[in-house]
Structure formats: C-alpha cells, structure tokens
C-alpha cells in the first residue's frame, strides 16, 4: 500500500473509530486527515528511534512492548494534533491495536 493510500485509510479508520469508542475524539474528517498524516510522519521519524532503544525491552516481553510504542504514537499525535484525543492511554492502545491489524489486513489484501 502507497504512503498516501495509508494515509486516506487511516483517516478512515480514525472517523470509523471515533463513531465506535466513547472517549476517542475527533472534531472533523478534516482533523482526522490532519491527524493520520501526522500519525504517518511520526511512524516514519520517531518510531523507527524508539524502537531501537527500546529492543531490550520489546525482547524481554516477547514484543509486546512494540504495542505500546504504537500506542505512544497515537498519544504523541494526540498531542499535536487539537481536535483529536484520547480520554485515557490504554484508548489509545486499543486504537493502536486496532489501526495496526487494519493496516495489516490492507497490506496483505493488496499483495
């Protein structure tokens, strides 16, 4: 899947989501837009960092601290974007769940 179709995806997905879960907010599709190219960005600059400081750990958990690094993604884009937001950080790890498995499922549809 291209970048930008990831991008309308998520966009998507984020409208889907917000619908669904009491305590995900978004104020408009265009905040969401905002939201998913900055969730894009982040994932690009700053996830690929934590990761490697964070092996150690993501190994000794067997990986599951590779689902909170996507969790804080979607917290820090919460951060920057206003009018998109989380009531509690495990929302948005549920979120976090939730985009990545759709995001799969869209890369292995496409292959």
């Known amino acids: 899947m291209k970048w930008w179709q990831r991008i309308l995806a998520n966009t998507l997905i984020f409208l889907a989501l ?4 009491d305590g995900f907010m978004i104020t408009s599709w265009t905040t ?17 960092i934590l990761v490697i400081l964070s092996f150690p750990i993501t190994i000794m958990t067997l990986g599951l601290f590779y689902l909170i690094i996507n969790g804080l993604m979607l917290w ?21 769940v939730i985009v990545s498995a759709l995001n799969a499922y869209f890369n292995n549809a496409n292959d």
């Open 76 to 96: 820090l884009t919460a951060v920057l974007v206003s009018g998109f937001g989380f009531s509690s950080f495990f929302l948005a790890l549920v979120v976090a």
């Open 18 to 21: 917000a619908g669904f879960l």
């Open 32 to 48: 969401a837009l905002v939201a998913a190219v900055v969730f894009g960005v982040l994932n690009v600059l700053v996830k690929p």
